[in-house]
Structure formats: C-alpha cells, structure tokens
T-cell receptor
C-alpha cells in the first residue's frame, strides 16, 4: 500500500512569506502528526490531528498551524516565515497507538 | 527541557562488531519507546519498540534494552553492517505524541 506522501519535497521561500505543506497519510490512518527536524534539535513535535481535530500541540508559536480534512489529508501552514524556520518538516501517520510511518519530508529553506 | 536525550552525537564501529546506541529519559510516565533509523533525504523508518513493562525486545540483529530504574534504554546491533550507517533516533510515547531524542549518527566501517 502507498506510504505517507508529502508535497512538495523542496521549497524555497523568502522571509515574511507564508507556506503551506501537504501530507497524505496511509489509507486508513486517521492520526497525522507533524514534526520539525533541525540539526542538533532532533525531531520536535508540532501537532497531531485525529478525525479533523487537533489532539495535541507542541511548543511552537502561533505562526505554525495545521488542519486535517475529512479524508485524513493534512496541511501545515507557517506564516510570516523567519530564517529559523528552515528545516525538514516531517509528517507521520499511524493507526491507534502504534509507531509512526513517516513521509520523506518537505525541506523548507527560508532566505 | 529535553526529556529524551541521546548524548552521543556520533559513533563509529567496525563491521561485524556490536553497535550500542544509548538514550536517557527523564519522565517516568513514558509508556512506550521506539527506535527509528533515518537515511539522508528520507523520513525516519521504524526499527524496534519496547513497552515500559518489558526490559528487553529482540528482532533479528536488533535488541532494545530498557532499564526503568535508570531511565535508560539502549539499542544493540549485532553484527553491525555498513548498511546500518544512518542516524538513529530514540522516541518515547506520552499522550498522543512521541518525544524524540536528537539522534546519534552511526557509521559502520567496512
């Protein structure tokens, strides 16, 4: 079966702009989580959605937001981009409390 | 506040020998631990897990040990192979999310 699909794979944006990242989970997976990976910081939890509801949120500013649609696809939005937002953004889906299946990520570069 | 720590950023091991990757945590409420492996330009892939009620789990060349009193878990890879060269993350589960360590880069030398 198809894995977790993230689009786009690479993105370059200018400071102050906003960006939307997309994630399609594995079919049947209703839980979608987003993580930010930066060098030296590991994977930092952004938020998790389940059945279109945000179930948990990490310690990121309000510029980071997300949503989930009825088909479980999820989007993440970052507004007023800062240089420090440059990172690999990973989406993961799962069934129940099992471990995640990750997508390949979106590499965002803010210049 | 880093609740899950991997204090060794990198590790080099000779092919065929044992690789031991370590992870420390601070929250005794974590109920489930996992190890992920990550190659460049790919998302992390699940490797092995362990419930907090166990102290060992084995899967082929990979064994995870959990010492709850020390709040420490380790991943043993025996024998190590060049294809094991990757970044390894440990993760701990707590209420709808996993908290990841910062990763250890393993290099297996041929």
């Amino acid at each position: 079966k198809a894995g977790v699909t993230q689009t786009p794979r690479y993105l370059i944006k200018t400071r102050g702009q906003q960006v939307t990242l997309s994630c399609s989970p594995i079919s049947g997976h209703r839980s979608v989580s987003w993580y930010q990976q930066t060098p030296g910081q590991g994977l930092q939890f952004l938020f998790e959605y389940f059945s279109e509801t945000q179930r948990n949120k990490g310690n990121f500013p309000g510029r980071f937001s997300g949503r989930q649609f009825s088909n479980s696809r999820s989007e993440m939005n970052v507004s007023t981009l800062e240089l420090g937002d440059s990172a690999l953004y990973l989406c993961a889906s799962r069934v129940g409390e099992d471990g995640y299946t990750f997508g390949s990520g979106t590499r965002l570069t803010v210049v | 506040d880093q609740q899950v720590k991997q204090n060794s950023p990198s590790l080099s091991v000779q092919e065929g020998r044992i690789s031991i990757l370590n992870c420390d945590y601070t929250n005794s409420m974590f109920d489930y631990f996992l190890w992920y492996k990550k190659y460049p330009a790919e998302g992390p892939t699940f490797l092995i897990s362990i419930s907090s009620i166990k102290d060992k789990n084995e899967d082929g060349r990979f064994t995870v040990f959990l010492n709850k009193s020390a709040k420490h878990l380790s991943l043993h890879i025996v024998p190590s192979q060049p294809g094991d060269s990757a970044v390894y993350f440990c993760a701990a589960h707590l209420t709808y999310k996993y908290i990841f360590g910062t990763g250890t880069r393993l290099k297996v030398l041929a």
